[in-house]
Structures are given as structure tokens and as C-alpha cells.
Nanobody
Framework: QVQVMESGGGLVQAGGSLKLSCAAS????????MGWYRQAPGKQREMVAT???????NYVDSVKGRFTISRDNAKNTVYLQMNSLKPEDTAVYYCNCRWGVFGYWGQGTQVTVSS
């Protein structure tokens, strides 16, 4: 069983920065695709950014140029650096660890951007 835990959320003013971290237990981390997703009130969960085991990244258009996903396989941790935050980035951010047909979610961390 893989356990996933996010940290680093909080309240920030528009234009500010936050860095989210996600630690995953288990030996599959280095071969898993890791991703950050978010869900705002009344909206569906959406993919924000993903990073494969080989380091290839993918971003939703709305965060390109502002957010950066990275991973440290030695620490079983994936990061999401969020710069130039906007009020519309306000959401619960979830980390996902995916390997084959298996996917594991964290509990989420709240990010609130005030205008």
C-alpha cells in the first residue's frame, strides 16, 4: 500500500508564491508518474501538472510559465513551485502517485489566494 501526503498549502496574496511538497511511501515512487491536481468549490478536479519517472512534465495551460513540478527520487518527494499566484488558483491541491493501473491519492492541502 502506498501512502501519499501533501504539505505546504496556506494563504497567500495574489502575486505571491507557495511550494507544495508530496511524500509517497513505498518502493514504486521512482517508477511512478506523479501528479498534482486541484479542485475548487463547485468544480471538477483537474490536472495541474504531472511528471513521469523519466522527468517529462505536462501542465494545464492556465499554469504554464507560473508553476513548476519537480521530483527528488532519493527523498520519494514531488514538489510544485507556484509563482505569480492568482485568486483563481484557490483550491484544494491533491497529489497523485500512479503506476500502471494503480493510483494513490493524498488527502489534499488547501491553497487560498487572496486578491
Amino acid at each position: 500500500q502506498v501512502q501519499v501526503m501533501e504539505s505546504g498549502g496556506g494563504l497567500v496574496q495574489a502575486g505571491g508564491s507557495l511550494k507544495l511538497s508530496c511524500a509517497a511511501s513505498g518502493s514504486i515512487f521512482s517508477i511512478a508518474t506523479m501528479g498534482w491536481y486541484r479542485q475548487a468549490p463547485g468544480k471538477q478536479r483537474e490536472m495541474v501538472a504531472t511528471i513521469t519517472s523519466g522527468g517529462s512534465t505536462n501542465y494545464v495551460d492556465s499554469v504554464k510559465g507560473r508553476f513548476t513540478i519537480s521530483r527528488d527520487n532519493a527523498k520519494n518527494t514531488v514538489y510544485l513551485q507556484m509563482n505569480s499566484l492568482k485568486p483563481e488558483d484557490t483550491a484544494v491541491y491533491y497529489c497523485n502517485c500512479r503506476w500502471g493501473v494503480f493510483g494513490y491519492w493524498g488527502q489534499g492541502t488547501q491553497v487560498t489566494v487572496s486578491s
